[in-house]
């Protein structure tokens, strides 16, 4: 069993709840609108449902899908590592989106931090699908594919609405 998160899970939760809604807030104070208080928790957790059971069913495919609830506590930790990431990174996102001249600036600080922490919650995730298997380059290609596939459906939506909002 891999090593759990140095918080409590519930924890690291509400922090993956929480952290994406203040950088929302970062957003919405730089472009005078709330609408980011629920849209960037909405891109973030929309693109964890939606593309969540292909990953699933694509490693089942290969024949090296763990039990669901295997997969379930996996993403658990991943998002909950997520949540422990970005709560760290906001304040210093607020700090440098907020004293910048340019709304670009409070872009691309609020990007780097969902990059950030969407890293480490994906090695987090291939981490603990790795646990206790042996992984074959199939399963390693598909975990891959999907990776890329999720980081490019949130990169496109994010950009589309943090763009919009803050010209």
């Known amino acids: 069993m891999s090593q759990s998160l140095p918080i409590p899970r519930a924890a690291s939760i509400a922090m993956a709840a929480l952290s994406p809604v203040a950088l929302g807030g970062i957003l919405a104070l730089r472009a005078g609108n709330p609408s980011p208080l629920l849209a960037v928790p909405a891109i973030v957790f929309g693109v964890i449902a939606t593309t969540a059971p292909a990953l699933y069913i694509a490693t089942a495919a290969t024949g090296a899908a763990p039990p669901l609830v295997a997969m379930m506590r996996a993403f658990g930790v991943a998002i909950g590592a997520f949540g422990v990431v970005l709560a760290g990174l906001v304040l ?55 990776s890329l596939a999720t980081v490019g459906i949130a990169g ?12």
């Open 92 to 146: 210093p996102s607020a700090f440098l989106s907020l004293t910048s001249l340019s709304a670009t600036t409070t872009i691309a600080v609020a990007t780097a931090a969902l990059l950030g922490a969407g890293f480490i919650a994906l090695r987090r995730l291939s981490a603990e699908l790795s646990e206790g298997v042996t992984r074959s380059l199939s399963a390693w290609l598909v975990l891959g594919a999907w």
């Open 156 to 167: 496109r939506l994010w950009w589309d609405f943090a763009s919009e909002v803050v010209s």
